[in-house]
C-alpha cells in the first residue's frame, strides 16, 4: 500500500484532515513523564493513545531528538516502531528536511524509508530534480517538497521577484511539470493565499501544511483554499498547542473540529 492510499484511508477511517506533530522538548512537557526511564518516549506514546483516532497522520520532526543525542533519536526510533505495532495504518511523516546532492541524498533517503521506515519525508527541493530523485526511487512513499514555508521571514528569499512572480511560485510552476507520483507538496497555513495560488498549480496533489496552533494561522482561510475538489488532499500539522495542552485529546478533537467545519 502507497503512501497516499494509507492516508486515504485514515481520513476515511477518522474523518480527519489533522496531522499531529510529535516534537517533544523535556522543558515543557508534563513532570510524571521526567521520573520514567525515557522521558520522550512515554510522552509521546501518551500523545498518539489519545488521539490515534482523530488524525490522519503523525509528524514527528527530527530535530527535537537529534537535540538529545543519541538517546533522544533511541527515542525516535521507539516511537516510529510504536505507532507501526500499534496503530498500523496511520502514516507516519518524518520531518527531516533533507537537501543535499545526489550523491548524499541517496544516504538520507536510505535513512529516513529504509532505517527510520517513515511512509514519507520533507525535504528543500532547492538543489533540482537529481537531488530529489533519490527520495523519489521508493515509489510507495511520498516526498513533500517544501515550497512555501510557515516562518514569518520565509518572504526574505521564498518572495524574491523573477519575472513579476515569486521565487516560490516559479519554483512550484517547474515541480508541476515533474510527472511523480509520489511527490507532495509543503505550504504553510499561514499564508493562505500563497496557499491559494500554488494549490491552483498542484490541483490533486497532497499537500502538507503547518501553522495551525501556536503559530496562529487561519483555520478557515487555510482550509478552503489548501483542499482539493474532493474536499481532501491535505494534512493540516499541529504540535505545540496540543501537545503541551492540558488536554491533549480534548484539544485535538477541537482542531479537528474546526478543520472539518470549512472542508
Known amino acids: 500500500m502507497n503512501f497516499r492510499q494509507k492516508l486515504d484511508n485514515t481520513i476515511k477511517k477518522n ?5 499531529i ?6 522543558d515543557r512537557i508534563p513532570k510524571n513523564f521526567l521520573q520514567t526511564s ?5 510522552f509521546n506514546k501518551s500523545i498518539i493513545d489519545q488521539t490515534h483516532d482523530l488524525v490522519c497522520t503523525y509528524k514527528p520532526n527530527i530535530a527535537f531528538y537529534e537535540a538529545y543525542g543519541i538517546d533522544g533519536l533511541k527515542s525516535l526510533k521507539l516511537t516510529m516502531e510504536y505507532l507501526r505495532k500499534k496503530y498500523p495504518e496511520i502514516p507516519i511523516i518524518l520531518d527531516a528536511k533533507r537537501g543535499d546532492i545526489p550523491n548524499t541524498a541517496e544516504k538520507y533517503a536510505k535513512s529516513v524509508f529504509e532505517y527510520w521506515n517513515a ?6 527541493p532547492n538543489l533540482g530534480l ?15 517538497l517544501l515550497i512555501k514555508t510557515s516562518n514569518p521571514d520565509s518572504k526574505m528569499f521564498q518572495d524574491i521577484s523573477f519575472d513579476k512572480e515569486p521565487y516560490f511560485i516559479k519554483m512550484a510552476k517547474i515541480i508541476s511539470k515533474w510527472k511523480y507520483a509520489n511527490l507532495g507538496i509543503f505550504v504553510g497555513a499561514t499564508f493562505p493565499e500563497e496557499l491559494k495560488r500554488i494549490r491552483n498549480i498542484f490541483p490533486e496533489t497532497l499537500f502538507l501544511s503547518a501553522g495551525l496552533g501556536a503559530q496562529d494561522a487561519n483555520i478557515e482561510r487555510s482550509v478552503k483554499t489548501g ?7 491535505i494534512m493540516f500539522n499541529a ?16 482542531t479537528k473540529k ?4 470549512y472542508r
Do not use: H, W
Open 258 to 261: 474546526q478543520i472539518n467545519k
Open 130 to 144: 537529481d537531488s530529489i530523485l533519490p527520495f523519489l526511487k521508493y515509489k510507495d512513499k511520498l516526498t513533500i
Open 21 to 26: 506533530g510529535l516534537d517533544p522538548d523535556l
Open 239 to 254: 504540535g505545540r498547542s496540543i501537545i503541551y495542552s492540558n488536554d491533549p485529546r480534548n484539544e485535538a478533537i477541537k
Open 38 to 42: 525515557d522521558p520522550i518516549f512515554e
Open 15 to 19: 474523518n480527519s484532515l489533522l496531522c
Open 227 to 233: 483542499i482539493n475538489n474532493s474536499k481532501s488532499g
Open 119 to 124: 511512509d514519507a519525508v520533507t525535504i528543500f
